[in-house]
């Protein structure tokens, strides 16, 4: 199981696309594997005939767990073939690099030394050892303060033993706004932590009890991201304060542009796209409004050094996934452009790498490409707006007093309002309109 | 006391018996189809002299490794002396435990012996002494070479057997050599058995190539044992005609013509020629022997090499008794 | 229910036993009219008689190898060594003969006896009167190593060590003898060699001791239950073979361990029990293993200062169970 994503431990195969006996080429996609934050395709590392399916669809495992063998017909495997879930390994399949130490439950403090039985407990009981005071020379957390704590906390709800899915993962899409700080917090090292010892943790929304079916209706199980976008959303809302804001953009410049310069990009195998001057012109805004690009740390904004766009594109009914192109700022039309196209494509094919769904500090959501006029989106935490393009249409509208027609796009901007207020919020966007309606 | 010459007989057969197994073992180590071999090759009329003035089954012994005459004399068998040289299953003394020649007979009351030299020394003296305070009329043999006799086990123990009367018998078998070192770097006496009027008890010097004078003397001392007079220390004058083991080669520290000199005076061969000039032994009854334990060694060879090894677990253990014999 | 001090009570065993099974007799230096130097026998040569409580000469390595020969006879001794710091000579015997005779023989031969010292320092008696030895012979499997603590335990363990078909070493903490009263139940009981005995249950820290450290262990538990320590002690009683499953059930609960015995630390037995909870019990140490002994000199130095300096005490062992308490 190959490592997807810096701090991802485990994913699920969904789908082995050959079968025990198979003969595989080098490089033949053989299996698809899913983790909360990516979908992707696994290549053969060797020729050969696939000898034995280890993990089955559906099962989620350790990443570095051997999946399978590949080999020549009629060898004998060395071992049983018994699954061994590792945390770390090399794998016979693995094609990416897996990193050398085990995954080290990140705590936003230094927990000191922690013995063999404190382990354990902590493990037996989910405890997070980041919330327990030590009692033990140099404060070191003893074994009575780990069953102290689960005592004390008995009365609480127990967190039950979730399924992968069911779990919010750590990728950007997915990451608790806490733990994203951590993440951050290690991308901006001069940046001194002032996140609480506690973490901040939203309040928890009232369970609804489950709808019950009746007669005739179909039950369809969610896919695993169809699961974490739901955890997601429903956490954004819980977390961000929504406000959306709405303008009204005159596209013809840039409509009169990409008719101009369709044919050239084609010729250097691009598709300019809309999306891509909607991209390039966040950009100018963003530097110029650094406050929209930046995480809400409690008491205190992080602003983002790096302009890493994402741009959320539909899997159809598999879900959505946010490709980011990496700091934008420092890219021409073309190469944004680039990056659109390939990033999308890639998108849709479940060819994207781990980290290129990773690091975005704004989001674009392309929602007038299914005809949307306006909308109000939800925020990608742990950013703090996003900015929603309807669907160009030609308008009637009043320039200098008389009637014209052009072709009108609303710009619908959810932002959060702890870090924006409704003017800064507005001038970011007059900024976007700015850009695009002068666009030469 | 005159021996009947039926009982002559049987000395001489025991002998040969034991020469004749002593020599199939030395036969084996050099053809590399066993590993060990300690002989008792030269001192079978010590031994059976002594082995004949005993009662099997009432007397004990606490032997030492050079005594497998006497041990055939008290019941172990060829097939049971193979089993240990092969260190095969059911070998009685250890069962494949312990080396070759370490010898112990639970059924014949021969005590188990180990290879710290001297220590049976006290264990017999220790017998003795459980003997004399049960009202036991048995006596217990113990034998050793001159060399050990250097132990301060001998001493211990022999003077345990002096200060409380036991009934101990304890025959050093002399045979000039503990392993490379003569006698006379051994002790600065000429012999052993002058060391018996030190502890407080008899000591005898004897011809341990002389069957019957081996008999006489262990038989005198058996006697007064069992009237509760206590120990004699009698010292066998005999000779190692081979190397101390398998693994020694004694070309480095003694001449060949030293060694001829004394096979000249073998024991076996000397008591031959004796029942020879005395009309006892025809040649026909000598053939018939030599065939007879002929076959019997062959058997035990044929038996030893068809055994089975022991298991795994049978090495590791039981390691702790559960139950132990009480007098 | 009777109270006495540990002598009486290892007397009364032994009187008890010898009246029990005519088999059993004592022998050792000054066992006799003397009674001991310890008077550990005193009054027994007059009941029992010169046959059965025998003054042996001043030979420790024949007191064991007689007792070795005596109980291979079927005889039951009580070896009496001195002071265990003159055990050495015996050593051959105790560990190439005694120990092994039962493996070695292939279960033929056991040998049922018990082998007493007095051990231990803190009696003025310098580099050999003090010494602790329980290390040597607690690593050779095929001997029995029993430490009792208290009266009532020394008693039971006494009479299951004369009854016990194998090899005993029953080391008595001698500065313990008239020190250490307690009660001890009328009528006729033994306590099995092997467990361990939990004498006070506890749960911040579980403390592991033999001798008279383990009195002093429990006196030191009860000073520091007042500052709210709660501390669990066991006596091991038995170190050979090891109580293994109540000293890791202990350490299991408590989550720290402490081995407290006056031998010289390095190599002395704590490390064997730290090893075993540090291998079996990992996942329960909320602490470091450690021990607490004596420091690593060639013996107990005579001078008053020096030697309370050497000696492990209530203070010290208190000191070692708040310093684990708190970590």
Redesign the interface.
């Known amino acids: 199981m190959p490592q997807l994503g810096e701090s991802v431990v485990e994913g699920t195969v969904s789908k082995w696309l050959k079968n025990e006996g198979d003969v595989i080429k080098e490089y033949d996609p053989i299996m698809e594997v899913a983790t909360d934050k990516v979908t992707t395709e696994v290549t053969a590392s060797a020729s050969g005939t696939l000898l034995k399916i280890l993990i089955g669809e559906g099962i989620t495992v350790a990443a570095g767990t051997l999946l399978g063998w590949i080999g020549q017909q009629g060898e004998v495997l060395a071992d049983s073939g018994e699954a061994v879930s590792h945390a770390v390994a090399h794998t016979p399949t693995s094609n990416v690099q897996l990193p050398t130490s085990n995954f080290k439950l990140q705590t936003s403090k230094e927990l000191g030394f922690i013995?063999?039985?404190?382990?354990?407990l902590a493990a037996e009981h989910k405890v997070d050892l980041a919330q327990i005071n030590g009692t033990?020379?140099n404060g070191r957390i003893?074994?009575k303060d780990v069953l102290a704590f689960v005592e004390s906390n008995q009365d609480k709800a127990k967190v039950e033993e979730l399924a992968p899915w069911e779990r919010p993962g750590d990728g950007d899409l997915f990451r608790p706004p806490e733990l994203q700080m951590m993440q951050t917090q290690l991308q901006t090292s001069n940046f001194k932590s002032q996140i609480p010892a506690q973490s901040v943790q939203p309040p928890q929304p009232p369970r609804a009890p489950a709808p019950q079916p009746l007669a005739g209706d179909t039950t369809m199980p969610l896919s695993q991201m169809r699961k974490s976008i739901a955890e997601h959303m429903v956490r954004s809302k819980h977390t961000s304060p929504h406000v959306t804001t709405v303008f009204e953009v005159d596209m013809s410049k840039v409509t009169a542009h990409r008719e101009a310069n369709k044919a050239m990009f084609a010729r250097d195998g691009v598709n300019l796209t809309f999306t891509a001057y909607l991209i390039a012109a966040i950009v100018p805004a963003l530097k110029a409004y650094p406050m929209a690009n930046s995480v809400f740390a409690g008491d205190s904004l992080l602003l983002k050094r790096d302009i890493n766009i994402g741009m959320a594109v539909s899997l159809g009914d598999d879900g959505l996934i946010v490709p980011v192109i990496k700091r934008a700022d420092e890219k021409s039309l073309l190469a944004i452009v680039r990056d659109v196209n390939d990033l999308a494509s890639r998108a849709r094919s479940k060819q994207l790498k781990p980290d290129e769904t990773q690091g975005g500090t704004f989001t674009l959501t392309n929602h007038g490409i299914s005809g949307s006029l306006f909308a109000t989106p939800i925020i990608n935490q742990p950013q703090c707006g996003i900015l929603g393009a309807g669907a160009i249409q030609k308008r009637v509208v009043v320039i200098n007093d008389a009637i014209a027609i052009r072709p009108m796009m609303y710009l619908s901007f959810a932002f959060d309002h702890r870090v924006l207020d409704g003017a800064t919020a507005d001038y970011f966007v007059a900024k976007i309109k700015e850009v695009l309606e002068g666009w030469n | 006391m005159e021996l009947s010459n039926e009982l002559m007989l049987e000395m001489y057969y025991a002998m040969l018996r034991s020469r004749r197994l002593d020599e199939r073992a030395w036969v084996l180590h050099r053809q590399g189809k066993i590993v060990f071999h300690i002989s008792g090759m030269g001192h079978e009329a010590s031994q059976v002299g002594a082995a004949f003035a005993l009662q099997v089954g009432k007397d004990?012994l606490?032997p030492y490794y050079r005594d497998l005459a006497l041990m055939l004399c008290f019941g172990f068998t060829p097939r049971e002396f193979m089993l240990s040289l092969y260190g095969k299953q059911g070998?009685?003394?250890?069962?494949?435990?312990?080396m070759p020649s370490?010898f112990?007979l639970?059924r014949a009351n021969v005590?188990?012996t180990?290879a710290?030299v001297a220590?049976q020394?006290?264990?017999?003296?220790?017998?003795?002494?459980?003997?004399k305070?049960?009202g036991a009329d048995s006596v217990v043999l113990t034998c050793i070479g001159e060399g050990s006799t250097s132990q301060?086990?001998w001493y211990?123990?022999l003077?345990?057997a002096a200060?409380?009367k036991l009934p101990v018998i304890c025959i050093v078998q002399n045979n000039q050599y503990a392993i490379s070192v003569p006698a006379h770097l051994q002790m600065a006496i000429a012999n052993v058995a002058d060391r018996a009027a030190a502890f407080g008890m008899p000591g005898v010097v004897v011809d341990g190539n002389d069957v019957l004078a081996m008999y006489h003397a262990v038989k005198e001392a058996v006697d007064r044992a069992r009237k509760g007079d206590g120990p004699t220390l009698i010292e066998s004058k005999t000779y190692r005609p081979v190397p101390h083991s398998s693994d020694d080669d004694d070309r480095s520290y003694r001449t060949r013509e030293e060694v001829e000199q004394w096979k000249k005076r073998d024991p076996i061969l000397r008591f031959k020629n004796h029942l020879e000039e005395k009309k006892i032994l025809a040649t026909k009854i000598n053939e018939d022997y030599e065939s007879k334990i002929r076959a019997e060694v062959d058997d035990a060879q044929k038996f030893a090499e068809a055994a089975p090894y022991p298991t795994i677990e049978w090495a590791m253990?039981?390691?702790?008794?559960?139950?132990?014999?009480?007098? | 229910m009777p109270e006495m001090t540990l002598i009486e009570a290892l007397r009364q065993a032994m009187d008890e036993e010898l009246a029990r099974d005519e088999?059993v007799?004592i022998t050792g230096e000054d066992v006799g009219p003397r009674g001991g130097v310890f008077r550990a026998t005193q009054g027994l040569f007059e009941k029992y008689g010169a046959?059965r409580i025998?003054d042996?000469?001043l030979?420790e390595?024949?007191i064991?190898?007689?007792?070795?020969?005596?109980?291979?006879?079927?005889?039951r001794?009580i070896c009496e060594i001195q002071f265990a710091d003159f055990i050495f000579?015996a050593f051959?015997?105790i560990l190439?003969?005694g120990a092994?005779?039962?493996?070695?023989?292939?279960?033929?031969?056991?040998?049922?006896m018990v082998i007493r010292a007095p051990y231990g320092g803190g009696v003025g008696g310098g580099l050999y009167h003090s010494q602790s030895v329980e290390s040597f012979f607690a690593h050779i499997?095929?001997l029995?190593v029993v430490i009792p603590s208290n009266p009532k335990d020394a008693k039971g363990l006494l009479k299951s060590a004369v009854r016990d078909?194998?090899p005993v070493i029953f080391l008595e903490p001698k500065k313990g003898y008239r020190l250490i009263k307690g009660q001890v139940p009328e009528g006729e009981y033994t306590i099995p060699i092997g467990p361990a005995n939990v004498s006070r249950e506890g749960s911040d820290l579980s403390v592991y001791a033999y001798g008279i450290m383990h009195h002093y262990c429990l006196q030191a538990a009860e000073k520091i239950a007042s500052e709210g320590i709660s501390v669990e002690v066991i006596d091991i009683r038995t170190l050979l073979?090891l109580d293994k499953t109540t000293i890791l059930n202990s350490v299991k609960k408590t989550?720290k361990a402490l081995i407290v015995h006056e031998d010289n630390l390095t190599g002395g037995y704590g490390g064997e029990i730290a090893a075993i909870i540090a291998d079996e019990a990992?996942?329960?140490?909320?602490?470091p293993v450690r021990r607490l002994g004596a420091p690593d000199i060639p013996g107990v130095p005579f001078s008053h200062p020096l030697q309370d300096w050497f000696m492990p005490n209530v203070e010290k062992i208190a000191t070692a169970m708040r310093e684990l308490a708190?970590?």
């Open positions: 013995s063999p039985v404190v382990a354990k033990g020379i003893t074994k | 004990w606490s070998e009685v003394s250890s069962g494949a435990r312990q370490h112990g639970r005590i188990s180990g710290p220590t020394i006290p264990h017999a003296a220790g017998i003795g002494l459980g003997m305070l049960r301060g086990e211990e123990g003077n345990w200060v409380h253990g039981p390691v702790y008794a559960t139950e132990a014999y009480h007098a | 088999c007799f046959k025998i042996s000469p030979a390595l024949s064991v190898g007689i007792g070795i020969g005596a109980a291979l006879y079927g005889m001794p000579p051959n015997q190439n003969e092994r005779m039962f493996y070695r023989s292939g279960g033929e031969w056991a040998v049922p499997p095929g029995k078909p194998n073979p989550g990992f996942t329960d140490l909320d602490a708190n970590y």
